[in-house]
């Protein structure tokens, strides 16, 4: 071959690397997108039982078709603690299996015959169709799960475009007079298997490493003896990217590194031991032309048999990455949200929901604890009140923090929807634990000065107490379940609050005039109903961006507006129902 010649293979085979990595990098992220929370949801259900997480772990990869990012997501997941080390064994065999389907998908490749329906199968026939109903969908589509399902076809046609054009440089390649060298290096299993580990971890993808296994496959050079340590040596390449999203983590996240190492290194040495007795026993068999479907075969097999060798001995696995990692004397801390997951646009976002979801519940019983407090004090609780209090300031930091960075990601309307309403919302629920801690202040000057209120005065505590209890229930049990409907009695009742805050200002001022109170216990009585009026106004605002969730407005004063000035009598209804309730 002329140096033109060998210039002109190599760029076809590293631009069909490039098209091949990068496609998979579009298709695994439009996967993602359209999966959306749901993958966080899913790998919440890991249990003890490997056979059940086997099966969630192999679902999640065949929806994003990367144990790379499978993997660092699990990694992520640990180390913000919501997912337990011991737990991730099965998820991690059946990534495994899961990412296996690339390479039956890319074996299409290697489909020959001149009948209509197999050409029609061939990749190069249907990939351009499918780029251009692709980059269609992407162009005019205006909802955003179509435009990720056409990022999804042409990420799929880039993917196989380079696969073709590694396959037309590998028949080239025959040429060159290095090519016999370069097999017989392949000839031995552990040359070929350090070769391959090597420049998958080089170029972090295990499925870039079988295509261009199966395009070698295409010449007819190849034999099961040099393809099977390839396949094994890409599986242990790809550890590489958890292992590097490991630096900086807890001594769990890195017994998951520890484990994706250890079961496929564990495998791949047996297997490898298997193949040697093979050859030895049957020569013929291993020596055999191995075609690109046979690739495919080898990585499937190969995971499969690996789960159900090591399933028995899941505990001594475990154990032995605790060894290797051990506890040590690492201080225990709060991993709010892990970095590992902020790439992952759906789930970061699923994430800070789910951390949201406890700052509410968390400012809900703060409140619920000053309120008591009112009647009848208590040191300790008053404590808890400051400490929940400075927790909740905690999350509203690391949350908008963390929010603020997801915005600047290339987000879609639902996703940005999403975030905005979250922003506010935990804005909201950052002062409910102010006011909640106003309360407790306001408790415990109570108690030092001994002040009692009148029997009049009590009664109206407890009218306006009830009504502030209800709405503050109502406001996080809708956040919490994202009930639109729920959190559209919210605003109603705010109304009536603040219509009982004026009434009882006015009974006040009439107490003083008639000079049944003080002026000290009256400073007192408006702070109680000042703090429990504005309690409210948070409410109204965290549930009508919760009513919002299916529109595309996220404005709290135009949606208040409308619907008050609605003509369906809902609202004037369930206003005088709550105004009924809380009368005094």
């Not at 031991?273 to 690109?292: D, K, R």
């Not at 201080?331 to 700052?359: G, Q, W, Y």
């Not at 950052?430 to 407790?440: K, Q």
Request: glycine residues 6%; hydrophobic residues 45%.
């Amino acid at each position: 071959m002329t140096s033109t010649q060998i210039l002109l293979m190599l760029a076809g085979l590293f631009g069909g690397l490039a098209f091949f990595l990068y496609g998979m990098s579009i298709m695994s992220s439009g996967l993602e997108r359209t999966a959306g929370g749901g993958l966080e949801r899913t790998l919440k259900k890991v249990t003890e039982r490997p056979v059940i997480s086997f099966f969630l772990g192999a679902g999640v990869t065949i929806a994003i078709q990367s144990s790379s990012a499978m993997t660092v997501m699990l990694v992520g997941l640990v180390n913000s603690g919501i997912v337990n080390f011991s737990n991730t064994f099965g998820i991690i065999m059946g990534s495994n299996v899961g990412t296996t389907l690339t390479a039956w998908l890319l074996s299409l490749a290697g489909i020959s015959g001149d009948n209509f329906f197999i050409t029609l199968l061939k990749p190069m026939t249907f990939s351009p169709i499918l780029a251009f109903v692709g980059i269609i969908m992407r162009m005019i589509a205006k909802k955003e799960s179509k435009k990720n399902v056409g990022a999804i076809l042409l990420g799929f046609a880039i993917l196989m475009t380079g696969m073709d054009m590694m396959s037309e440089s590998m028949s080239s390649i025959q040429e060159m007079e290095s090519f016999s060298s370069l097999l017989t290096a392949f000839a031995s299993p552990i040359v070929a298997l350090l070769i391959s580990t090597l420049f998958t971890s080089v170029i972090q993808s295990s499925a870039a490493t079988i295509g261009i296994v199966q395009a070698l496959a295409l010449t007819g050079s190849i034999t099961y003896q040099m393809a099977i340590p390839l396949v094994l040596g890409a599986n242990i390449g790809t550890c590489i990217t958890a292992l590097l999203s490991s630096f900086g983590t807890n001594k769990s996240a890195k017994r998951v590194v520890a484990m994706h190492i250890y079961v496929n290194t564990i495998g791949s040495i047996v297997c490898l031991i298997g193949l040697y007795i093979v050859g030895f026993v049957a020569p013929n068999v291993v020596t055999a032309q191995v075609s690109m479907l046979g690739v495919a075969v080898i990585h499937t097999l190969f995971n499969l048999i690996n789960t159900i060798m090591l399933i028995p001995f899941r505990k001594g696995v475990i154990r032995l990455c605790e060894i290797t990692v051990p506890d040590g004397k690492e201080k225990t801390h709060t991993v709010f949200l892990d970095e590992r997951l902020f790439n992952n646009t759906p789930l970061a976002i699923s994430e800070c929901h789910r951390l949201a979801v406890e700052m509410a519940e968390t400012s809900r019983e703060a409140l619920l604890t000053s309120i008591k407090l009112v009647k009848d004090y208590n040191s300790e609780k008053a404590e808890y009140v400051r400490v929940t209090e400075n927790l909740i300031d905690k999350y509203e930091d690391k949350l908008g923090t963390y929010l603020v960075r997801i915005s600047n990601n290339d987000l879609s309307e639902s996703e940005s929807h999403a975030v905005a309403r979250l922003i506010h919302s935990i804005g909201d629920f950052e002062r409910i634990g102010d006011h909640a801690l106003n309360i407790c202040k306001v408790s415990e000057e109570i108690n030092e000065k001994k002040i009692n209120f009148s029997s009049q005065a009590l009664s109206e505590i407890d009218v306006i107490t009830s009504a502030v209890i209800e709405i503050l229930n109502l406001t996080v049990d809708s956040f919490v379940t994202d009930d639109a409907d729920g959190a559209s009695h919210v605003e109603p009742l705010e109304q009536v609050i603040d219509k009982l805050k004026s009434e009882l200002k006015a009974r006040h001022v009439k107490r003083l005039q008639n000079g049944e109170c003080t002026i000290e216990l009256g400073f007192i009585f408006t702070d109680l109903l000042t703090n429990y009026e504005r309690v409210s106004d948070h409410c109204s605002n965290v549930a009508v961006y919760t009513m919002q969730l299916g529109s595309d407005m996220l404005d709290a004063h135009k949606y208040l507006h409308k619907l008050k000035s609605s003509s369906n009598g809902r609202f004037i209804d369930e206003f005088n129902m709550y105004d009924k309730k809380y009368s005094i």
